[in-house]
């Protein structure tokens, strides 16, 4: 029987939260090549993978084009700083890096006719006025507002992306990604399950913003992997929600976690950053259907894991 020749999959971003959790998947029949910049990711999060002979890992910008002596197969482009935080601190670098970036690696695909996903994000939906969110409601974005940075560039690079699927006839897929959660997240980096382990670990004030009744619903990063790898495997372009539609209130969701780690925190409520969306849920019918996929980790269980994990960790 002939053996078939395992692919050549390109990661960036591969060293942050889901990246490195993507990267343990495929590179279990694959040969992953990971390219990172460092700006929010971390080494700690590849270690395990340094000495496996395919892995190989780059430390470059996407912003800058990108030589590979390499043909590549699969494009996962995961690169982009995506925590609130960083949207107020480095906005331009975060246009830049979904336009440019997206961009240049859209580049690479044409040159190997690699398949290529774009890590695009539910923020697209801005501060959505329709509930729940499917694929083809188009969004209510504040274009010059503190997140544009963040929710344009995705905008940016959904077009892109497309334009090269039209114009280049580049076989490409959109996963609009909604909150994801897990092992490895950056305990500082303003995302809110981050925040409220960390702080109720450490028996401090856990911080909601407004009153807490803004809803979210949360995917645990083992099923958001699955999701991305069923896509690329599908013969779907997107875009496609993927995230889990479970909604909870940001203040129940305090009360769990401080629960859930036997917290002497006290809850304390702040001012609400601008263009924060009141609700945030996806419909995930086009998932269920052209990727046969639907979110496996309840809530508990899912946080459970994260905590372990920020325990031992942190
Ligand atoms: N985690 C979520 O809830 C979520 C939700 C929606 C969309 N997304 C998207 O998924 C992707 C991964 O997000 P994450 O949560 O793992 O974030 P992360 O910050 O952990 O990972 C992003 C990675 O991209 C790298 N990076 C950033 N700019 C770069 C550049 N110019 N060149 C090279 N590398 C660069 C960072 O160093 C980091 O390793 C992002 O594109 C993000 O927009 C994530």
């Known amino acids: 029987m002939k053996r078939m020749r395992s692919k050549v999959i390109l ?25 990172d910049n460092l700006s929010t990711g971390s ?6 993978l340094m000495d496996n002979k395919n892995f190989l890992f780059i430390e470059h910008d996407v912003k800058k084009p990108l030589k590979l ?21 480095f906005p331009v670098d975060i246009l830049l890096t979904n ?16 398949k290529f996903l774009f890590a695009s994000t539910s923020e697209v939906y801005g501060d959505p006025e329709k509930h729940p969110q499917s694929e083809n409601y188009w969004g209510n974005v504040n274009s010059i507002g503190m997140r544009s940075c963040y929710d344009e560039s995705k905008r940016f690079g959904e077009s892109l992306v497309s334009s090269y699927q ?20 950056r305990a ?33 990063v083992n099923d958001m992997v699955d999701g991305l790898t069923k896509l690329m495997s599908s ?33 304390v409520f702040e001012r609400m950053p601008e263009n924060d969306p009141l609700r945030r849920k996806p419909d995930i019918e086009k998932a269920r259907k052209e990727l046969n996929w639907k979110p496996l980790t309840d809530l508990e269980p899912g946080l459970k894991i994260t905590i372990d994990w920020f325990r031992k960790s942190c």
Not at 99 to 114: C, I, K, P, Q
Not at 207 to 216: D, F
């Open 235 to 267: 013969k779907s372009a997107g875009p496609v929600n993927i995230g889990n539609p479970s909604e909870i209130k940001i203040l129940d969701l305090a009360k769990l976690i401080k629960r859930m780690t036997d917290s002497k925190s006290e809850i």
């Open 166 to 185: 039209r114009k280049f006839k580049l076989s490409t897929k959109i996963a609009r990604i909604f909150n994801t959660y897990g092992s490895r997240m």
């Open 11 to 35: 990661v960036t971003g591969g060293a942050g939260f889901i990246g490195s959790h993507l990267i343990d998947r495929l590179i279990e029949k694959n040969r992953v090549i990971c390219v």
């Open 43 to 48: 080494c700690k999060n590849i270690e395990h």
């Open 99 to 114: 336009s440019l970036g997206t961009y240049n690696m859209l580049e690479l695909a044409r040159r190997d006719r690699a």
């Open 69 to 89: 002596d390499e043909k590549v197969d699969e494009i996962y482009h995961l690169a982009s700083r995506a925590s609130p935080i960083d949207f107020e601190k």
């Open 188 to 220: 500082d980096d303003g995302r809110v399950i981050p925040n409220f382990i960390t702080q109720s670990l450490n028996n401090e004030n856990v911080t909601i913003y407004g009153e807490g009744k803004q809803t979210r619903s949360f995917c645990h």
